[in-house]
């Protein structure tokens, strides 16, 4: 036995700090913490600010629940998070995350799809992008420097949980200022990505 740990005896089994609801994903626990971005927090996301402008400030676009066991920078360290996209539109945009680069461009992710129907749009430094569809199961490798966002285009809150580095950072000042170069919009056949230049 190393050090700290007991000589012999029994242990006892702890439970664990948090709990995932696994259909929703959402997360219960006291080291949870949650960001909620409204429609006030996202001016210059979507395509149409008139659209945007006829809509109640205050509504829902998605929420950030996360659990950072070791403090942000931490080499070695991991940081689970589930985001919950409310469904809806502006404009016929559909709701998305802000989406961001890590600051650390090395920095990788994992996401996966508890629930919805979503895209995630992964875009290189040059611009390229491409687009995975997210169903309840799936699971998306984010390698470094790519620009991540996902999209919901179901009728159903999307659900899905992330896994990153305690040192990535996140950079979102490339993409509030170009955006993606491409968009997703709500059409009479489903969604439709469409470049956006
Ligand atoms: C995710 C995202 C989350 C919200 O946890 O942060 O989906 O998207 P924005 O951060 O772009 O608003 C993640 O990719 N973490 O690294
Ligand atoms: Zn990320």
Partial sequence: MGMGWPAGG???PQPPAVQIGLDSGLMAG??????????ADLTGLFSDPAALARLPKDRLVYRVQSWSPVSEGT??????????IE????????????GHFHAR???????????GQGLLLMMDER???????????????IPGGTAHRTVNVGDTPLSFGA???TTAGHDYAAIAQRGFS????????????????
């Avoid at 080499?75 to 919950?84: I, R």
């Fill in 105 to 115: 461009r090395e920095a990788a992710e994992f996401y996966w799809c508890y629930h």
């Fill in 75 to 84: 080499e070695g360290g991991l940081v689970y998070g589930v985001t919950v």
């Fill in 163 to 165: 896994c990153w580095p």
């Fill in 127 to 141: 611009r390229r992008c491409r687009v995975e569809r997210m169903v309840p199961g799936s699971l998306h490798y």
């Fill in 182 to 197: 491409v968009r997703v919009f709500r059409t009479g056949d489903g969604p439709r990505v469409a470049e956006a230049g």
């Fill in 87 to 98: 469904p809806g539109d502006v404009g016929g945009e559909y709701h998305m995350t802000k």
């Fill in 10 to 12: 029994i242990i006892e």
């Fill in 30 to 39: 006291p080291p949870v913490e949650e960001v909620r971005r409204t429609l």
